[in-house]
T-cell receptor
């Protein structure tokens, strides 16, 4: 099966702990993205990467970090510096830059207790 | 940067009626306009897209129109069915910051049987 996967689907963490969300794609896409979605709201861009070993901050990067060591993987770390981390996190990928269709994963719902 | 406004935020129609969702964008250089459908608890999926060299595109019951002069584009769904109920997002990309897309805040469509 080709596609983009995120794990786990649900994640619970205690306040003050860092947590890493996984995103893997086997579509051979160059670009990958992380979005945050809060209830009843749109998609806000956290980080994006257009090529291995390079990434850029999105609109709400504070309190988050990413890495892009492999083309197929783009993990997101939610650090303790993120003041309100409870949200639905979506990963996406596309062939190249923003003018291509983005393919989304199923999402990870993070709850910080 | 790009700003995308989407209206209405909620839309309720009777089965068989048409539904129209409108988006405006600010960056005249944007050239790619996708529409995504998000079902509850899942990631968004592309349903139709349009590029700036085309004014209208249709795929069965779904159509998108683009007015570059006015900088707005619309999603039209005809003969709505209960399974069309979902959240719909518009997006714009390819403008000043070509590496990313800007999403509207979403429209929750409810089709009543």
């Amino acid at each position: 099966d080709g596609g983009i996967t995120q794990s786990p689907k649900y994640l619970f963490r205690k306040e003050g702990q860092n947590v890493t969300l996984s995103c893997e794609q086997n579509l051979n896409h160059d670009a990958m993205y992380w979005y945050r979605q809060d209830p009843g709201q749109g998609l806000r861009l956290i980080y994006y990467s257009q090529i291995v070993n390079d990434f850029q901050k999105g609109d709400i990067a504070e309190g988050y970090s990413v890495s892009r060591e492999k083309k197929e993987s783009f993990p997101l770390t939610v650090t303790s510096a993120q003041k309100n981390p409870t949200a639905f996190y979506l990963c996406a990928s596309s062939w190249s830059k923003g003018t291509d269709t983005q393919y989304f994963g199923p999402g990870t719902r993070l709850t910080v207790l | 940067g790009e700003n995308v406004e989407q209206h209405p935020s909620t839309l309720s129609v009777q089965e068989g009626d048409s539904a129209v969702i409108k988006c405006t964008y600010s960056d005249s250089a944007s050239n790619y306009f996708p529409w995504y459908k998000q079902e509850l608890g899942k990631g968004p999926q592309l349903i139709i897209d349009i590029r700036s060299n085309v004014g209208e595109k249709k795929d069965q019951r779904i159509a998108v129109t683009l007015n570059k002069t006015a900088k707005h584009f619309s999603l039209h769904i005809t003969e709505t069915q209960p399974e069309d109920s979902a959240v719909y997002f518009c997006a714009a990309s390819g403008g000043t910051n070509a590496g990313k897309s800007t999403f509207g805040d979403g429209t929750t469509l409810t089709v009543k049987p």
